[in-house]
């Protein structure tokens, strides 16, 4: 599966950004869906993901912050952030999680810049 990320930039700190993801082929609504993000130096962090089910978890960083939501139909997943901070600065990663036969795979998008600085 292919992934499609957009929406970062730059944003002053308290500020919001939305990010999509998009993703290829019709098995959309098989994936668990993820949010990661890698800011430099750093190894690349779990931010989000949202269930086939739309359950949802969160890393402790953006807990009450941030909202991932998924919307079948469009094969879209998508992050609400708000409340940035400069140490949310990063580039984001959508992943697609999906099992054959049990064996899980990883499907990555090509990642998006998130800046947050005054």
């Known amino acids: 599966v292919q992934l499609v990320e957009s929406g970062g930039g730059l944003v002053q700190p308290g500020g919001s950004l939305r990010l999509s993801c998009v993703a290829s082929?019709?098995?959309?609504?098989?994936?668990?869906m993820g949010w990661y993000r890698q800011a430099p130096g750093n190894q690349r962090e779990y931010i989000a993901s949202?269930?086939?089910?739309?359950?949802?978890t969160y890393a402790d960083s953006v807990k009450g912050r941030f909202t991932i939501s998924r919307e079948n139909s469009k094969n879209t997943v998508s992050l609400q952030m708000n409340s940035l901070r400069p140490e949310d600065t990063a580039v984001y990663y959508c992943?697609?999680?999906?099992?054959?036969?049990?064996?899980?795979?990883?499907?990555w998008g090509q990642g998006t810049q998130v800046t947050v600085s005054s």
């Open positions: 992943n697609a999680r999906y099992y054959v036969l049990r064996t899980p795979y990883d499907s």
């Open positions: 082929g019709s098995n959309f609504r098989l994936y668990t």
């Open positions: 949202i269930t086939t089910g739309g359950s949802t």
